[in-house]
């Protein structure tokens, strides 16, 4: 019994030494990925979409209400009121169209980033497996305070991977 006890003493602590820890930066790889790229200019061109919109919408409320300050005066107050209630809707209607724009932005950029980060995590794990690590973790995912000098920088391995540079 001593000598099972004595001999687990030995194999447990070697085991624990060959655990294999790596990290990795996910943003500098994901950066450095085409489809990445592509997704940018793709959210660039459809958020400058949504702003020449909300501009032209903005343009319309201006001339509408500087044509309503102009002929003020002169319109019953009747037609004052109703022109104030369309100039109030029309703001309104831009407001929530902007607030719209924004969300949809952000779900069209997370939409897109979706596939890209499931392609790394797919590198991730195969250079995992091939290096016998036992942890690869992202140090742009997950705040970790501190990684010891035995933990490996495997970036530029899952960048391999992904056939980047």
Do not use: C, W
């Amino acid at each position: 019994m001593k000598k099972i006890i004595l001999l687990l003493m030995f194999i447990v602590p070697m085991n624990a030494l060959a655990q294999k820890f790596g990290h990795i930066r996910s943003m500098e790889i994901i950066a450095s990925m085409p489809e990445y790229v592509k997704a940018q200019a793709d959210i660039q061109t459809l958020k400058k979409q949504y702003d020449d919109e909300m501009n032209r919408t903005q343009n319309d409320l201006t001339k509408k209400f500087t044509e309503y300050q102009q002929e003020q005066a002169n319109l019953p107050k009747n037609i004052q009121e109703r022109r104030q209630k369309e100039l109030q809707d029309l703001n309104e209607k831009g407001i929530q169209f902007q607030q719209d724009a924004k969300k949809l932005l952000e779900k069209a950029y997370q939409d897109m980033l979706q596939p890209i980060r499931k392609k790394m995590d797919e590198a991730i794990k195969a250079v995992g497996e091939s290096g016998g690590f036992l942890y690869i973790f992202d140090l742009d995912r997950t705040e970790i305070p501190f990684v010891g000098a035995d933990s490996f920088d495997v970036t530029a391995e899952v960048k391999a991977q992904l056939g980047l540079q």
